[in-house]
């Protein structure tokens, strides 16, 4: 025996469905929600938020989900030699001449050149 059926409001369903009234009226307006009730214009509560998400976009505002972090491996010693040979071949010795402190800009560029020598050193032994 089918169970009776629950009837809601336009407004009801907007609760129900965390949007605003006039989202709802839109949807029944463009056929993507039908009223159960024409005469009294009532919905059916039964399945609203499948029938609802699947004939809808998701919200704009809706939060999207973050990626992973990426999780870097621990340089070792061994791998530290290798990454200080191709950070030799790309740096210029005579633009580093002066010992520290530096400006914020030099530590930037030492930080790319590292990290660029850190990548062809990973690509070249496959880690």
Same mark, same amino acid.
């Given at each position: 025996m089918e169970s009776k059926r629950q009837l809601i409001s336009e407004k009801e369903a907007a609760a129900i469905l965390n949007r605003t009234p006039s989202a709802i009226y839109r949807a029944l307006a463009d056929n993507r929600l039908r009223f159960a009730d024409e005469r009294n214009r009532k919905l059916d509560r039964r399945n609203l938020e499948e029938r609802f998400s699947r004939s809808t976009r998701p919200r704009a505002d809706k939060p999207m989900a973050s990626p992973a972090p990426v999780e870097q491996q621990?340089?070792?010693?061994?791998?530290?030699?290798?990454?200080? #040979?191709v950070a030799n071949e790309l740096i210029d010795a005579a633009a580093w001449a002066t010992p520290p402190p530096?400006?914020?800009? @030099?530590? #930037?560029?030492? #930080?790319?050149?590292?990290?660029? #020598? @850190?990548?062809?050193v990973s690509g070249i032994c496959g880690k």
């Open positions: 621990p340089i070792h010693e061994d791998d530290w030699q290798e990454i200080a #040979a530096w400006t914020a800009d @030099r530590w #930037a560029g030492l #930080a790319g050149v590292l990290e660029i #020598a @850190r990548i062809e």
